[in-house]
């Protein structure tokens, strides 16, 4: 995500529809500062996947390479016995109402959860989901995701 990404950026996190199962959308004065701590995030981001850091990547629609949305993942301890460098990644998505059910958000979280399947210092890949959200239970599930109910998320085991 680059500075250019802010009118993207500002659609989804404004929309109320959008936004309905993730948090109440953001003001304007918030999506400022939202906007510049995503960009300091990619910024500082490097080859090392560190607990608190955090990932933002701009999903295109092909072949015209428009930007429709957004995912993330973020990064933090995976427990307090495993190595320091081991971090469980948290993935999510958002995608303007034009993009949806297009198969966009399958193609795109699936790519996002190999490249970090690969990556050792990623223990576990998990999505929290609001529980009225049923196409975002449905898309996890089909990418192989398992709930777990006692920890109220859902699992990728890699």
């Keep these: 995500m680059t500075v250019s990404d802010q009118p993207l950026y500002r659609q989804l996190f404004s929309s109320k529809k959008i936004m309905q ?5 953001l003001t304007d004065a918030r999506l400022i500062s939202s906007f510049a701590a995503a960009l300091q995030y990619n910024n500082g981001a490097s080859d090392e996947l560190v607990a608190g850091g955090r990932l933002f990547l701009v999903i295109a629609e092909r072949p015209a390479h428009l930007a429709v949305g957004l995912m993330a993942a973020t990064f933090t301890a995976a427990n307090a016995t495993s190595s320091a460098a081991s971090v469980n990644a948290e993935v999510g998505i958002m995608l303007l109402p ?15 959860c ?3 399947s690969r990556r050792s210092e990623v223990n576990n890949i998990i999505c929290n989901i609001t529980n009225g959200n049923l196409a975002a239970k449905k898309l996890v599930t089909a990418l192989g ?13 890699k």
Excluded: T
Aim: charged share 20%; hydrophobic share 45%.
């Design 21 to 25: 199962w993730i948090a109440e959308p």
């Design 114 to 116: 190999q490249w970090l």
């Design 145 to 157: 995701f398992v709930y777990c109910k006692q920890a109220n998320y859902y699992k990728l085991e």
């Design 98 to 112: 034009s993009a949806q059910r297009k198969g966009l958000a399958h193609e795109a979280l699936a790519g996002l």
